[in-house]
């Protein structure tokens, strides 16, 4: 198991993990970039748009550590996302956040939690998910 320390200082930002939020809900991405840059030095890209974030990845234009995901959005759901990237040849790790499950559910290989989300629960996951990279 690889262990990455993300509690580095800003200077190394640049090897900090790739973290991509998907959420057509843009304060909620904004929220959930300020909230975890408190306690990480992570690098965030977001997108309101899953379209474009399946583009981008299926480009390979981006190289993401984990994908941070809204289960349903206009045009394609997270679980899809997912599948079409992995079609692609794309395998990352997933966390799925919903308004809809009233519980988490943790697959093997993807979590799904539910709105509002603990995010000391979110923060542990985040560590899991990177830290077996």
Do not use: W
């Not at 900090?16 to 057509?24: E, K, R």
């Amino acid at each position: 198991m690889k262990l990455f320390n993300f509690f580095k200082s800003k200077s190394e930002q640049e090897d900090a993990p790739v973290v991509i939020l998907i959420d057509d809900d843009t304060d909620f991405l904004n929220l959930i970039e300020r909230t975890l840059s408190k306690r990480y030095h992570l690098n965030f890209l977001k997108y309101s748009s899953p379209m474009k974030a399946l583009s981008d990845l299926r480009r390979q234009n981006i190289q993401p550590d984990l994908v941070l995901c809204d289960l349903h959005m206009p045009n394609i759901d997270g679980l899809h996302l997912r599948k079409c990237l992995r079609k692609s040849g794309v395998d990352i790790p997933f966390i799925f956040i919903t308004a809809d499950s009233t519980e988490d559910i943790f697959e093997e290989d993807y979590k799904i939690f539910h709105k509002p989300i603990g995010m000391k629960k979110l923060e542990n996951e985040i560590e899991k998910s990177i830290n077996t990279l």
